[in-house]
T-cell receptor, first 115, second 115 residues
């Protein structure tokens, strides 16, 4: 079954600290993996998209890694800020026949950054 | 830059009533997706349209229907509303994900509350 599992479910860190969120998937065949940030009650906003051949990708203080062999990804947040408090959702693109992709969402990690 | 516009942002209905949500994709985007996100849940795919034709169907109840119009905006029609339909409904748009890296842009969501 094509699934995306994220850990931890929730996380509390102090402002300025670093943290790493995990995403494991069993989706096959795999097209790409995305990390989204979702503020409460708002629409998800894309942070990174990683294809099969990419191992690391950065977007400011966010760095995503991908190990396609072990089907694991991580999102590292450096020098956290209060505004980083949000849910971080891992989304894996499942490649279907005909070239169409279906997105499979993880349940998200809820991050709270405290002053 | 123009984003995905959803309306209304908030909607309150009673059981057995009907509701219509609207989505205006980013200009030139040809694909629209609808997702339902219950409290504390990850987004669940409902339905998608490509070039005004239904391209994929997820866990959309039979009581719901959707379409994409000639101007590419989409409407999600929900009838015989149930309490369990209370959720945040997201619309997302993209250029068709054929190339596997099509960016998906989400709207801010429409919050439906069924009393």
């Amino acid at each position: 079954k094509n699934q995306v599992e994220q850990s931890p479910q929730s996380l509390i860190i102090l402002e300025g600290k670093n943290c790493t969120l995990q995403c494991n998937y069993t989706v096959s065949p795999f097209s790409n993996l995305r990390w989204y940030k979702q503020d409460t009650g708002r629409g998800p906003v894309s942070l990174t998209i990683m294809t099969f051949s990419e191992n690391t990708k950065s977007n400011g203080r966010y760095t995503a890694t991908l190990d396609a062999d072990t089907k694991q990804s991580s999102l590292h947040i450096t020098a956290s800020q209060l505004s980083d408090s949000a849910s971080y959702i891992c989304v894996v693109s499942h490649r279907l026949s005909g070239g169409y992709n279906k997105l499979i969402f993880g349940a998200g990690t809820r991050l709270a950054v405290h002053p | 830059a123009a984003g995905v516009i959803q309306s209304p942002r908030h909607l309150i209905k009673e059981k057995r009533e009907t509701a219509t949500l609207k989505c205006y994709p980013i200009p030139r985007h040809d694909t629209v997706y609808w997702y339902q996100q219950g409290p504390g849940q990850d987004p669940q795919f409902l339905i998608s349209f490509y070039e005004k034709m239904q391209s994929d169907k997820g866990s959309i109840p039979d009581r719901f229907s959707a379409q994409q119009f000639s101007d590419y905006h989409s409407e999600l029609n929900m009838s015989s509303l149930e309490l369990g339909d209370s959720a945040l409904y997201f619309c997302a748009s993209s250029l068709r994900l054929v190339k596997n890296t099509g960016e998906l842009f989400f709207g801010e969501g429409s919050r439906l509350t069924v009393l």
